[in-house]
């Protein structure tokens, strides 16, 4: 597979490579140019519509797409503590979506937000909640920023630092 539908599939081999041996698969040999560069990537799992697992990185952590994408779908498979780990039987039940998230910029207020475009990250000192865009169910910013405080444990009330980013989602 080459291109766009290159991307889910690498998440979906990842998952079904370590949960057979283990261990981490190594990075393709030909990487596509959508996955030669180096990004934050976000994989999510669903079965039967419900989320599965869901867990990424917001800024690179590997040398390549491919290998955050590698890395990220086994830690939302086996590793998101809301689910228990993903069983190799239901692999190919899954619907995978992948999604490749631009460099985040400081925005002033809320009012800069728009979740069906852009994602947020909130951040108090050491604490950060992040949430992707184009959520079913969150239709506000107000939405938005209320649910990414809640996952980094920040107050309602705190004064917080408020970061947009775009992605590019991948099914």
């Known amino acids: 597979m080459v291109g ?17 041996s283990g261990r981490l698969m190594d990075k393709p040999a030909a990487l596509p140019d959508i996955l030669a560069g180096r990004a934050g990537a976000f994989v999510s799992f ?8 869901c867990i990424g990185t917001f800024a690179p952590t ?13 830690s939302a498979g ?4 809301r689910f228990p780990p993903i069983a190799l039987s239901e692999v190919p039940e899954l619907e995978i979506s992948v999604d490749i ?7 002033a ?14 951040r108090k000192g050491r604490r950060s909640g992040l949430l992707l865009p184009a ?10 920023v209320a649910i990414a405080r809640e996952k980094a444990g920040i107050a309602p ?15």
Request: net charge negative.
């Open 4 to 20: 766009q539908h290159r991307v889910p599939a690498l998440a979906r081999e990842s998952l079904t490579y370590y949960l057979r």
């Open 135 to 144: 959520l079913a169910g969150v239709d506000t910013a107000a939405e938005q």
């Open 46 to 53: 669903k079965k039967g519509g419900q989320l599965r697992g």
């Open 109 to 122: 207020g809320i009012e800069a937000l728009d979740p069906q475009k852009y994602g947020v990250i909130v």
């Open 101 to 107: 998230l631009a460099a985040p910029e400081p925005i």
């Open 62 to 74: 590997r040398p390549t797409i491919a290998e955050e994408i590698i890395q990220n779908a086994v």
């Open 78 to 81: 086996t590793e998101d503590p």
């Open 157 to 171: 009330e705190a004064a917080i630092d408020l970061y947009r980013f775009t992605v590019t989602r991948y099914k």
